[in-house]
C-alpha cells in the first residue's frame, strides 16, 4: 500500500510539473463497446448547494495541556479552511460534563453543564470551556457552518451519591456469537447468536445499592432544578452492596420494566439496557424534564440539529414525543438524524418510515458494503448500493466511510478513497459525513496496556495515525463535491473492478463531473458520456492520479483512464473554480506536529 501511494504522489507530482504539451490525449479506440447508461434525475436544483457534514472529533484525541490547545479552539482555527472545501455542518462531540474530566461524553453526566461549573474534577469539560464553545459556534454561524449536538438520552454516569433500592438480576449475556467458520466480512445481519434473553431474570427481587442519586452541587440550580434518583431509572450495571458488576432491572413502586418499544436484537431478547445507570423514559418526570433540557438549549445556541446517540436503545415512543415538541418550538427547523446501528435495510426504512421521514438515519448497511468490498477477494462494486438506506430512502439516509466508533476496524485503508468518492460525489448519496481522522489523522489507538483514552500527560505522537491520502486527496473529493457533483447522473456500472458515473452539471453554476473507481489491479479504462454540449473540452483527472487529458468526442463521450486500486474525479479543466482547486493547499495538521518544538503544538 505504501509503494503505491509513493507512486500516486509521484505521478501528481509529475502531472503538475510537466509540460503540457507533452502529455498525452486520451481520445480515440481502442475502446470498450458503448455502455448502456442508466439516466437518473437530480436530487438536486441549480439554486442548491450540495451538504457535507465533518464529524468534527475522533475518539483518541488527546486531553489538553498547559501547553496544547482545547479541542473547541483548535476547531475554531480550522474552521475557515473546512468551509471552504464545502464543510458546512460540524457534528460535535458530546459537550455536557461527563463522568469523569478526560471522557469523551458519552458517560454524560449533567446535561446543562457545558464547561461552565466545577464539577468532576474541573470547570472544562475535555473539549474545552463554556466560552470556547461559544466562540466556536459563533464563528461557524459567521462562516455559515451549522452545528450538530450529540445528544445522549440514553443513560447517566458519575452520580453524586448512591441509594438502596429493589432490584432483579438479568441475564448478562450480551449475545454470543456462535462458533462457526465464517468470511471475516460476513454481515453483522447475518450472525448467529447463542439463546440468551435479557428479559430473563437470574435472580429473585432484592435489595441492592446503585449509583443513581444526582443533585449536581457544582451547578447549584442554575438552568433546572431538577434532581435525579432511582426512580428515574429502570436498571443499573453495578451493584455497589456487593461490589458486583452485572445487570439489573430496578423493581418496587411505579416500575414497569424495560421499554417495549425498544429494538429485540438477535440474543439480547430486549436492548433497552445499555450501560451506567439507564434512564427510564416512561416516566412522565423524565419526559418533561429532557424536553425542558431541549427548549433550554435551543435557547442557548443557534444550532443546525441534532445527532441522537444509540437510539435503539431506548424507547421510539419517547424520541418521538420529544421530536413533536422540539418541532413545536425552536427546534422546528433542525437537521435530526439518530445512530440506530444495525445493517438490515429492512430495520432502518421502518425506522425512518414511522417517523414520516422527520428522522434521519446513518446508514450502516452502507458502511457493511463498503467494508465487505475492502476485505473481499473477489468483490463486486456493482453492488454497492445494495441492501442500502440509500439505496430505497436516499433523502433520509446519511451517509459515511468511518466515525468514532468504526475507524481502523471496518473499511480498509485502500477502499477509503473509493469510498468517499462514492459518499460523496453519487446522487444516491444526499447528506455524505467526513470523518475527522480521514481529514486530520487519529491519535491512537495506545498500546494495549495503556488507558482509554490517553491521559492528558500522554505522548500522542507515539501513536498518531496519519489521514488516509496522506491528508492531501480527501478535500479534493469535498471539494468536487461543493462545486461540480449536481444535476442528472448517468452511471457505468458494468464491470466488477471498475465502475463509473458521470453528472451533468446545470447551465448556471456546476460543471459536472465524471468519476471512475477501479478496485481492480490492472490499469482501467472507462468510456462515459458527459454530454453534447461538452464536445471538444479537455477533462483532467482532479486527483492528480492520472496524468493526460482526455478529449471529448463529437458524441460527448470521453474515454477516462484510472490506476490499479485508485479512483478518477474528472472535469473540464476550464470549469470554474478549477484553477483555484487545483492550487487549494489544505493543511492538515491541526495538532502542529510537523512545527518545531513541542511548544507549538496546538
Known sequence: MERLKDSFDRLSHSSSSADPRLQPTYSAPPVPPRPTSSHRQPTSSPSQRNHTLFEAFEWYIPSPTPKTSTHWARLTRALPSLAAIGIDTFWLPPASKAGWHGSNGYDVY????????????????????????????????????????????????????????????????????????????????????????????????????????????????????????????????????????????????????????????????????????????????????????????ASQFPLAGIRFDAIKHYSENFLRYFINHMDQGPGRNWFLVGEYWWADQTVLKGVVDRFGGRLKLFDVPLVENLSNMSMAKKGDLRDIWKGTLAEVRPECAVTFVQNHDTASSRVRPWFIPHAYALILLHHLSHQPCVFYGDLYGTCGPPPANAPHPPPPSANFTQTFNPPCMGGSRLHRLTLARKLYAYGPQHDFFDSPTCVGWTRMGFDRGGNGCAVVLNAGWGYAWKRMYVGRERVGERWTDMMGWSWGEVLIDEGGWGVFPCPARAIGVWTSREASGREWVDGFEFDDDIYGLNEEGSSKRR
Open 110 to 297: 449533567d446535561l446543562y453543564d457545558l464547561g461552565e461549573f466545577d464539577q468532576k474534577d474541573g470547570v472544562a469539560t475535555k473539549w474545552g470551556t463554556r466560552r470556547e464553545l461559544e466562540g466556536l459556534i459563533e464563528a461557524g454561524r459567521r462562516a455559515g457552518v451549522g452545528m450538530l449536538w450529540d445528544v445522549v438520552f440514553n443513560h447517566k454516569a458519575g452520580a453524586d451519591y448512591s441509594e438502596t433500592v429493589e432490584g432483579v438480576r438479568i441475564d448478562p449475556k450480551a449475545g454470543v456469537r456462535e462458533a462457526q467458520d465464517r468470511e471475516p466480512c460476513e454481515q453483522l445481519a447475518d450472525l448467529k447468536y447463542t439463546q440468551t434473553d435479557r428479559k430473563k431474570e437470574i435472580s429473585k427481587s432484592g435489595e441492592i445499592e446503585t449509583w443513581t442519586g444526582f443533585n449536581f452541587p457544582g451547578r447549584k440550580g442554575k438552568h433546572s432544578t431538577f434532581r435525579w434518583n432511582w426512580s428515574h431509572f429502570n436498571g443499573t450495571d453495578y451493584n455497589h452492596k456487593t461490589k458486583e458488576n452485572g445487570i439489573w432491572r430496578l423493581t418496587g413502586p411505579g416500575k414497569k420494566g424495560w421499554a417495549k418499544d425498544v429494538f429485540d436484537e438477535p440474543g439480547l431478547g430486549n436492548y433497552d439496557f445499555l450501560m451506567f445507570s439507564n434512564i427510564d423514559h416512561l416516566n412522565p418526570e423524565v419526559r418533561a424534564e429532557l424536553c425542558h433540557w431541549g427548549d433550554w438549549l
